[in-house]
């Protein structure tokens, strides 16, 4: 018997008790200073307790676990529902300073009802007999361009008519004036970006002529939860407007969005992707960005009304009762999630969408796809990621972004580093410490 090699064992945030997760096994134990010491010292007192819950195990047995739990991964991957996002063009109304698209090149091509349908005729065939849905992305896919509303209409259409449910991205401006359109189809929800209230949001995601956009948002978000349209609200999140969360989480809860069934939220980190604009002095790492967050909640809890963050599996175990499933992949390119664009190019994810050089293929106006590429995508995960394959963190990481990896190292079989540990620090101390 040995200490698991996928054992998490670490001291939880502002407490004097330990944790102790173990993904593959299912288990996870929240450990007094005394009981925490055994595992420090490596001398048990109730061996069996730990081999029960596969903290101590034979290696083998071990190896013979991970395997099967892989093989299951895969297997239920297979049957995972499809996000196949198309952006209809890469033209944008907004002047964001931290929009990582601002270098892209594009060809200049206009977006014809042959090109929507190809793509249509495409992933029909490409992806028969998978669960899938749209997104619609962008630059910015709701302009207000009769030419864009057209087309908008068209893709929806397209979409009913093949039995798919379709979800925006975007940055609410034109929200209200689509919201008629948008009710008559099968819509699974709309995500828009707000970087705080107004003064905050106005600075960060200006009109390019420099005019406010927040008021217009926040009346299209209030006409589409007014249809029973989904809202996914969405803050991007860095040094500058970090406060802002707290305005925010106030605002939402004063309009009533935070009890409407039809809401929810996300937090997004601004961090360096392909042309991003954002002064590098005021991003966050990973790891800050969650340090950042733990703080902030201590000091104004009424943020977790608006938003419940995850802290790795923290929020998932406290939630569920249970941990996750392990987590052999966290980059869904090419296997859950491919994207399309208006010219006829093929991408493995909204990470790669538009960036030269990133194309995976082509659907319009011939098909064609660089298959060795795509079969790199499809096989990268821990047990390919040389840096995951003896990482005792791999299980709740899942390798991260390859996109992100790629950037940072030239390969894409290299890992983006979660810190896993310091995130179940404290997460374990806010959800099952902090809330007792």
């Given at each position: 018997?040995?200490?698991s ?5 670490s ?57 099967n ?31 990582y698209?601002?270098?892209?090149e ?82 699974r ?44 609200l ?46 590098q002095?005021?991003?966050?790492t ?9 703080a ?51 991408y ?74 310091e ?14």
């Amino acid at each position: 018997m040995y200490f698991s090699k996928y054992n998490i064992f670490s001291k939880i945030r502002n407490s004097d008790d330990y944790y102790l997760v173990n993904l593959l096994s299912g288990n996870a134990d929240i450990l007094e200073p005394a009981k925490a010491k055994e595992i420090i010292s490596g001398e048990y007192i109730n061996v069996q307790e730990y081999i029960e819950k596969g903290y101590l195990i034979d290696e083998r047995e071990e190896k013979k676990i991970y395997m099967n739990k892989y093989l299951e991964f895969i297997e239920n991957r297979e049957k995972d529902e499809i996000q196949i996002f198309f952006v209809p063009w890469y033209a944008c109304n907004f002047g964001c300073d931290y929009c990582y698209q601002s270098g892209y090149e594009q060809e200049k091509q206009s977006l014809s009802n042959e090109i929507i349908d190809s793509f249509f005729s495409y992933i029909k065939k490409e992806f028969a007999g998978k669960r899938k849905y749209i997104t619609v992305f962008g630059g910015e896919p709701l302009l207000l361009a009769e030419s864009s509303r057209k087309s908008v209409e068209y893709i929806l259409q397209n979409a009913t008519q093949n039995g798919l449910d379709t979800a925006f991205v975007t940055n609410g401006f034109s929200l209200e004036e689509y919201t008629p359109i948008l009710k008559k189809y099968r819509i699974r929800e709309v995500q828009v970006t707000l970087d705080g209230i107004e003064e905050m949001h106005n600075q960060r995601r200006p009109l390019k002529n420099g005019g406010g956009t927040f008021e217009k948002i926040i009346k299209g978000i209030n006409t589409a939860l007014a249809e029973g349209i989904n809202i996914n609200l969405r803050i991007v999140i860095d040094k500058e407007n970090l406060q802002s969360l707290v305005d925010l989480a106030k605002f939402s809860v004063e309009k009533g969005w935070t009890t409407n069934q039809y809401f929810k939220t996300q937090l997004g980190r601004n961090y360096e992707l392909h042309y991003c604009q954002a002064s590098q002095s005021k991003l966050f790492t990973r790891l800050e960005f969650y340090e950042a967050i733990y703080a902030l909640i201590k000091e104004h809890p009424e943020i977790v009304e608006f938003h419940k963050p995850a802290f790795s599996v923290s929020r998932f175990l406290f939630d569920n009762g249970e941990l996750p499933e392990p987590l052999f992949d966290d980059c869904t390119g090419c296997k859950t999630e491919w994207a399309f664009d208006g010219t006829g190019h093929i991408y493995s994810c909204t990470a790669t969408v538009g960036n030269q050089g990133e194309e995976l293929g082509t659907y319009y106006p011939a098909v064609s796809k660089a298959d060795e590429l795509i079969k790199l995508w499809e096989e990268r995960d821990v047990t390919t990621i040389s840096e995951c394959k003896d990482c005792n963190l791999q299980l709740a990481c899942g390798g991260g972004c390859a996109s992100i990896a790629k950037n940072r190292t030239g390969k894409l079989l290299a890992a983006d580093c979660r810190p896993v540990k310091e995130l179940l620090e404290m997460g374990i101390s806010h959800y099952f410490n902090e809330s007792v």
